[in-house]
């Protein structure tokens, strides 16, 4: 079992930066990959970005050159660094991490970009 705790959302104004976090403990060992996924209101949640335990990463076509995904393996963290942010990147924003067992996902974030 992996518990996530994500932190970082809040307010910003669009063109503006946020970083979000999500710190992982528990079976952490067991963890391939690692996803940042979001949820608009009325929407699917998508996926955004994906790092792996070896580092690669992967992003949506929306969020490509303006959203960079990374972790600190000291920390047991992964990050998502979020520039160039707009009003349709409002959305409730999880991480989830993918093991052999599942997913486990944390509570959530909100992101609001608003001037």
């Known amino acids: 079992q992996v518990q996530l705790v994500e932190s970082g959302g809040g307010l910003v104004q669009p063109g503006g930066s946020l970083r979000l976090s999500c710190a992982a403990s528990?079976?952490?060992?067991?963890?391939?990959?690692m996803n940042w996924y979001r949820q608009a209101p009325g929407k699917e949640r998508e996926l955004v970005a994906t790092?792996?335990?070896?580092?690669?990463?992967n992003y949506a076509d929306f969020v490509k050159g303006r959203f960079t995904i990374s972790r600190d393996n000291a920390k047991n963290t992964v990050y998502l660094q979020m520039n160039s942010l707009k009003p349709e990147d409002t959305a409730v924003y999880y991480c989830?991490?993918?093991?052999?067992?599942?997913?486990?996902w944390g509570q959530g974030t909100q992101v609001t970009v608003s001037s």
């Open positions: 989830a991490a993918i093991g052999h067992g599942g997913a486990s």
């Open positions: 528990g079976s952490i060992f067991s963890i391939y990959a």
């Open positions: 790092i792996t335990s070896g580092g690669n990463t």
